[in-house]
């Protein structure tokens, strides 16, 4: 399949390819697989092979009209949906529902296709759909309008009813090696040879995070500067820990905000909010007085502005994954394998710490990491989580 954009998904290119050419497309699908490995592309794929007007065999062939229209986001039939809101969750929506959501794409997906052909939805985030949301999707995907494919992209397929995913075929994304990666954001045009070969390696498997710092070169460097605080922490006593990961928190929140651009997420060219003020492209979500965001008895981010709980819970889950990182290498470094550390740039610090550091309480903090991810998930305070991995985080033996 030359004109598909998805690198390193083999097997998934495969299965999507035979839908194509077979033109038996089942009629709802569900991509599994880890934030950022390529899911939407895979989708956009998809679409733009089902809907692409070439000889079946060189579908999608992106040049022709319709290839064009899913190219830039404009073709009549593709519906593209995704989380939205300060929540970042994919809406029941409705005419009168804030946010655009299922019951608006169900109504669009009951009209008959604009070009004649197939129609496809595109859901993103499919697993932040809540129940009601994805029980309002069942009935269509038990029943679609003919000529319609549902897609779902799923971070955690085990969050949607079983009722829905028994209804879809599965195709399961896996993480890309980082020579594909780093092949994917030269395709971008967005960085030079040595940045985009870091890319590949910063975004361990998931060439969606690598795009996205590659957009944001200011994300690259507060990513380092984060590294590095963590790393220097190995060497202070606990006050000056705690400390430094409450600061931590309004820099992550930096990092997400110039990973995301700004903007909050929902697919398409459509406006993101239908009543009230229109939130311009790439200005920064309004936070703390929104009555959806829960803000107003919310830590503020050091600047006085009031930083919503699901904020906070982001902002702890970047540096807990960033501290995974961190440790990973240490545990490298420390058993000679420098040259897979995940950001050469602080070899040195990194060889320094780990000489001094213990190599079990490096993979015990591991663990402790993991599971601090986990319990992220559910509802635990991220400062309180943030604290306690502080605490045991390794500490230099003293120099002899
Ligand atoms: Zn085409």
Known sequence: MDGARTRGQTAALDAIAAMIRGQTAPHAILLVGPDGVGKTTLALDLAAGLLCEADPQRRPCRSCRACRMVEHDGHPDLHRLGPAGPGRQVVIGGPEARYRGVRDVIAELALMPVEGRARVAIVEGAERMNEDAQSALLKTLEEPPTGVVIVLCADQETRLLPTVRSRCARIRLGLVGSRDIEAIVADHDLADPPLAARLGRLAAGRPGLALAYARAPEAVLIR?????????????????????????????????????????????????????????????????????????????????????????????????????????????????????????????????????????????????????????????????????????????????
């Open 224 to 400: 380092a500067e984060l590294s590095r605080v963590l790393l220097d922490l190995t060497g202070t006593g606990s006050a000056a820990r705690l400390a430094a990961v409450r600061s931590a928190i309004p820099r992550a929140i930096a990092l997400a905000a110039a990973l995301t651009g700004g903007d909050d997420g929902q697919p398409g060219a459509r406006p993101t909010r239908r009543r009230g003020r229109a939130v311009p492209a790439g200005a920064a979500p309004a936070a703390g007085n929104d009555p959806e965001d829960g803000a107003t008895d919310d830590p503020d981010d050091g600047r006085g502005r009031l930083v919503p709980a699901s904020e906070r819970r982001r902002a702890a889950e970047i540096v807990v994954a960033l501290w995974a990182d961190v440790a990973r290498d240490l545990a490298l470094v420390g058993a000679g394998g420098g040259r897979s550390v995940r950001d050469p740039v602080l070899l040195e610090e990194l060889t320094a710490a780990a000489a001094a550091v213990d190599p079990e309480a490096v993979a015990r903090f591991l663990d402790r990491a993991a599971r601090g991810a986990e319990l992220l998930a559910s509802n635990v305070s991220p400062e309180l989580l943030l604290d306690s991995l502080a605490l045991a985080w390794p500490r230099r033996r003293a120099a002899a």
